[in-house]
């Protein structure tokens, strides 16, 4: 239970970085003290389901996320993805940090520019 606690205050942390924002401007949009942030963080007060669906949305987190495996978990780690180029991991992280609605226009035009390259190479 305590290594559990540690992980899923450490996901707080690392989805707040993440998502590139500071203690008080999570404080402000859930309307606590910065204090009760850290202390979420630091694993020294309980963060209740509501705080953590408000959480998950602000960070563009599924819940499940900050609890047990999630697939983005495996994805990506602190060094990037074993065998592949800088400059895909750099396209997958910027992708991983865009809104929804970047990421899917994103696919879309790549999905096209790959079919047409597919295309190009069937001649």
Known sequence: MINDRRTFCARLRKARQ????????????????????????????????????ALSQIYRKPMEWFFSWHPEMTMFSEKGIEGADSVMVECLELLRNAPVDVRRTAASGLRGFLGKQQGNSRS
């Open 18 to 53: 993440e998502a590139k924002m500071k203690q008080e401007q999570v404080a402000r949009l859930l309307r606590i003290p910065v204090s009760a942030v850290s202390a979420m963080e630091s694993g020294k007060r309980k963060v209740d389901a509501l705080e953590l669906f």
